[in-house]
């Protein structure tokens, strides 16, 4: 397992785009606060400067390059020779990519720190209490938290995805469509008016996570969820995602 989690990592290391991704995050965070407005420093400060949706954005392209592009190329077949079972190709995939996503959030607050020193939005101090009569600082550390989870669910699709899906584009298209019409998707289904307790736990509703934590008056409606409910919700199908997308991968003939 030492071997396999040492060849994702200088592999990881070694792509470009790994090393650009914090950069991108940057620009793209401080576009969301020159966008949102001068006013808006408090949302801003507590989501990261929608940081969680770029994040996302970020992951599904690294995600889906670590699998797919190795069964394009039959790359794989080289892992697998190397290792003594699949089970440690997988899982050592797995694990660094999640190290990855921390890593990404552990960015996306440092720039959020150093924002709030950018006069782009009004001046508030990270003592002031907003969401849940919490103080700013502990809403950021929270929605952070929070959406590593959110993050991680999204990976363990990826990887089913990848599994099931040999072609890189493909599965960067689906599990884009998933991340940001998953919410839709979800809507619809519930705004039917039929057995809503039931499919308002269908997992595209699983990606309002990170964003009714910290818009929860907004979400709630389109959720039907309490916060909690999500989270179970999350962790759950995240499970299930990464114990099938293993199981396919071990079946799965190259």
């Avoid at 401080?30 to 808006?40: F, K, R, S, V």
């Avoid at 996306?108 to 782009?120: E, M, S």
């Avoid at 103080?135 to 590593?148: A, F, R, Y």
Wanted: hydrophobic fraction near 50%; charge should be positive; aromatic fraction near 16%.
């Amino acid at each position: 397992m030492t071997a396999s989690l040492y060849q994702e990592f200088y592999k990881l290391s070694h792509q470009k785009l790994a090393w650009i991704s914090p950069f991108i995050l940057l620009i793209l965070m401080i576009g969301t606060g020159l966008a949102m407005g001068y006013n808006e420093s408090k949302l801003l400060m507590a989501a990261c400067y929608d940081a969680p949706d770029w994040i996302m954005l970020i992951l599904v392209v690294v995600g889906a390059t670590t699998f797919s592009m190795e069964f394009q190329n039959n790359a794989i077949l080289t892992l697998l020779y190397k290792s003594p079972n699949k089970i440690f190709v997988y899982f050592a995939k797995y694990l660094v990519v999640l190290g990855y996503n921390v890593y990404l959030h552990v960015f996306a607050i440092i720039f959020t720190l150093g924002l709030h020193f950018v006069p782009i939005n009004r001046s508030v101090a990270w003592s002031t209490h907003y969401l849940y009569q919490q103080p700013l600082w502990e809403n950021m550390l929270k929605t952070s938290t929070i959406d590593v989870l959110t993050t991680t669910f999204i990976i363990s699709l990826i990887f089913l995805l990848s599994c099931l899906i040999n072609s890189n584009v493909v599965v960067i298209s689906v599990s884009l469509l998933v991340v940001f019409l998953g919410q839709f998707v979800s809507a619809n289904l519930l705004n039917a008016g039929k057995s809503v307790k039931l499919f308002r736990w269908n997992p595209f509703n699983m990606t309002n996570l990170t964003r009714q934590y910290y818009n929860f008056a907004t979400y709630f409606d389109t959720s039907h969820l309490l916060n909690f409910q999500l989270l179970i919700g999350t962790l759950s199908y995240t499970l299930i995602f990464m114990i099938t997308g293993y199981l396919i991968f071990r079946k799965k003939r190259f």
